[in-house]
């Protein structure tokens, strides 16, 4: 509408510009050396008009021919770019279907047609090269990517995940904290470079990147503070291996802080007060983590830590016993326990009430041991002992150490499992087949490592 007003309006200018004219007759001399020429006023204006119309339309003739070369290179241009995007597609393509030698062909292409603008064009290359197995190519490609500012982070991430396929995890870690640095809050760069820390055993480093995952939500609290523990522990096991005990008690107590509820905390800290001759503080410690988890560890480290008897009193032992018991009465690692005593001190109808209620609670293969050795013990009678050892081969299993990951079982917990995997160790029952250590190859499946981004 605002449009349509204006033209009407500049017509109407010019019409009575035309009518102004008219309504005023005269004309024009030219008086110029010999030469002397009259005209009426509105043919003058006319014959101007004109010749300005004819200039400029031959001002654009000459502009346009001089103008003809940058125009044939800017086409070019544009026809070069609509042909290099139009192979990076069709290379990419190729790439997701898996045809090497077609993506690397359009990667050529795309380098020829795309001159000025080679970072899609090296991405490609690299992922052709890598696809058809060059991975020194592949590299080479990457390298010149870090070279653009714009696409530094492309060149990165693909040295990183070569470098973690050929397991350069040193190489890997430096590219990952270069990644981290142009990308601080990226999750998965987070928890690559977290990874990467534990790997190279840079505690102090891995709980500064392991405190940023859990601030973005990368790594859940529980399980941050879980990582935490482990990392102390593993911190002390190293310690202790060296011989500087001040430093195992002072990452056992920071991990204790953390979780004092976790079985190998309280096992490794008891144990140091133990060695101490700190009874008390042992007990505490025990009595601590057995009201939440309940573990024959801990009742085996309950029973170093008894108080001497006085006057060769048998039933301390006993009593001493039923006291862990009363911490938990429910559970069966502790009617377990007592059980084994009370057959130690030949106390056989009360060893039998404390295994009859466990086997109420929780049949175990362990609980059926215990029945079998009771009957050894009281009645010596081999068929008996014979059908609780058949009972125990068939009942349900007892909560192991296990990998979370392999499903490898252990006899102790460790930090970092012999798969070289941290922190996957936990006391659970075990799902289906045990995995022992001689069926799993020796060989580290690094897929957790593996970038998702």
Sequence with gaps: MIRAIWSLLKIGIVIAFVIWVAERPGTITIDW???????????????????????????????????????????????????????????LTAVAVGDAKS???????????????????????????????????????????????????????GLLQSALDCGDYGGALELANRALALHPKQEWILQVTY????????????????????????????KAKSDRVAMLLAEADQAKADGHDELVYRSLSKAYKIDKHFVPTALRLGEMYLARDKRKACISVVEVAWKVTPHPALASLWGRACPPAR???????????EKLLRFKPESVEGLQALANVLISEGLWGEARKKLEKAEGIRPNVNLYRIWARLEERATHDDIVVREWLEKAAD????????????????????AISDQDLFNTIIWDFPQGRIVRPSLIPTAHVQSYLRITG
């Excluded at 010999?34 to 509105?42: E, I, P, R, S, W």
């Excluded at 101007?48 to 044939?72: H, Q, T």
């Excluded at 039933?315 to 001493?320: G, T, V």
């Excluded at 192991?400 to 102790?412: A, H, K, L, N």
Aim: aromatic residues 12%.
């Design 395 to 414: 009942a349900p299993r007892e909560r192991v150490w296990i990998c979370s990951e392999t499903g490898r079982v252990y006899d102790d917990w460790s």
């Design 103 to 157: 993506a690397a062909y359009q990667a050529q292409r795309a380098h020829r047609f795309l001159k000025e603008d080679e970072a899609l064009s090296c991405l490609l290359e690299a992922q052709a090269a890598r696809l058809d197995g060059r991975e020194m190519d592949a590299s080479r490609a990457f390298i010149a990517l870090m070279d653009d500012k714009n696409a530094e982070f492309l060149g990165i991430r």
């Design 33 to 91: 050396l010999q030469y002397k020429a009259t005209f009426h006023v509105g043919f003058f204006i006319l014959a101007m008009f004109i010749i300005v119309i004819l200039g400029i339309f031959i001002f654009s003739i000459i502009k346009s021919a001089l103008d003809l070369p940058k125009d044939l290179a800017r086409y070019r241009d544009i026809t070069a770019k609509d042909k290099g995007l139009k192979a990076l597609t069709i290379g």
């Design 311 to 321: 006057d060769n009193d048998k039933m301390a032992y006993i009593h001493w016993f």
């Design 195 to 222: 990874d990467l820390e534990i790997k190279a055993r840079n505690w102090d480093a891995a709980r500064k990147i392991l405190y940023r995952a859990e601030k973005s939500g990368a790594i859940t609290s529980v």
